[in-house]
């Protein structure tokens, strides 16, 4: 399950073109991704609708969550105790979880940007997950690679996103596999297919 924002939600481009839908051409056929993602969702509004979210058990879960959280400028604690409290129910479920971090803008001071830059790292150590520290590496700063509001990318640079996160997303879905029902044939980042 792809579980984020808009960056997630491939917001300004095709289903093919999202992040979603270039990811599931790499991966394959043998692996269902469920898009969970919703645009301008905060890290509250991700823990508002995980139940509803989680009605169906995902094998595996892409958290990308708490870019609108320092867009808006919200309080850092309250985004920790947000993702801290998705990831319980994860790790209380059994479900594996790459955790995608994201950096803040230099514009909201340094104090800030330094508290919340650690709250994706300090967490993923302390729940055990596997990490990916900025989900727009390397697209962010090109202009050639963004949609013109220059904060979404295009679909040249969802491409570069998707091969850089791509090995993480494998590994994610082999720890996934390795803890399957016997039986079960397809690990997906959504159930079965």
């Known amino acids: ?27 394959g056929d043998e692996v269902t991704i469920v898009n969970a993602s919703v645009s301008g969702d905060t890290s509250a509004d991700g823990l508002a609708r995980l139940d509803w979210s989680l009605g169906e058990r995902p094998d595996a879960v892409v958290l990308e969550l708490g870019a609108n959280d320092m867009l808006q400028g919200l309080d850092v604690a309250a985004m920790r105790r947000n993702l801290t409290t998705m990831l319980e129910r994860f790790a209380a479920e059994g479900i594996p979880v790459l955790l995608v971090g994201m950096r803040a803008s230099p514009s909201l001071g340094s104090d800030y940007v330094q508290e919340y830059e650690a709250v994706f790292p300090e967490l993923a150590r302390q ?49 996934a596999a390795s803890g ?8 997906g980042l959504f159930g079965q297919r």
Do not use: W
Not at 139 to 166: E, K, W, Y
Not at 181 to 187: K, Y
């Open 1 to 27: 399950m792809l579980y984020g924002d808009s960056l997630m939600a491939g917001l300004g481009l095709s289903e093919q073109d999202g992040f979603a839908g270039r990811l599931q051409a790499e991966l």
């Open 127 to 175: 729940f055990d997950t596997a990490f990916y520290p900025f989900f727009l590496d390397g697209v962010v700063t090109d202009a050639s690679l963004n949609q013109a509001d220059g904060m979404h990318p295009n679909a040249a640079g969802v491409s570069r996103i998707v091969q850089s996160i791509l090995p993480s997303v494998s590994a994610l879905l082999k720890s």
């Open 180 to 187: 399957l029902e016997p039986g079960r044939r397809h690990c």
